[in-house]
C-alpha cells in the first residue's frame, strides 16, 4: 500500500511527532513559569512602601506553601512514593545531596 510508509520510516515518524510534542510541553511549562513569575513581580511592585525584606519574606512563604501542597498531594496520589520508605522525605540523600544543600545555603 503506498499510503503506509515503511517501517523505518513509521518509527522515524513517530520519534518526531513526540519531539515536536515535548517541545510544545516545553514551550507550554515555560510560558506557564514565565506568567507566574511576571504576575508575582506585579503583585510585589503594588506595595512600593514594603521593604526588599519583607517582599522576600512574602514570596518565599508562598512558594514554600505550594511546594507543601505538591508534597502533600503527591504523596497522596502515590501510594508507592519513597516518601513512604524507611527514609521517609529524606529518602535518596547522600553525602554528596547533603554538601549540596550546605554549599547553597550558605
Known sequence: DPAVPPEGQQSALVVGSFKLFALALTI???S???SGNVLTEW?????PQESIYFQNI???TF???LNLFALLGKTMSE???PIHGPGGFFSGYNFWVWMIILVGSV
Open 28 to 30: 507550554l511549562g515555560s
Open 32 to 34: 506557564i513559569a514565565a
Open 43 to 47: 503583585l510585589v511592585k503594588q506595595s
Open 58 to 60: 512574602q514570596l518565599y
Open 63 to 65: 512558594g514554600v506553601i
Open 79 to 81: 501510594p508507592s512514593s
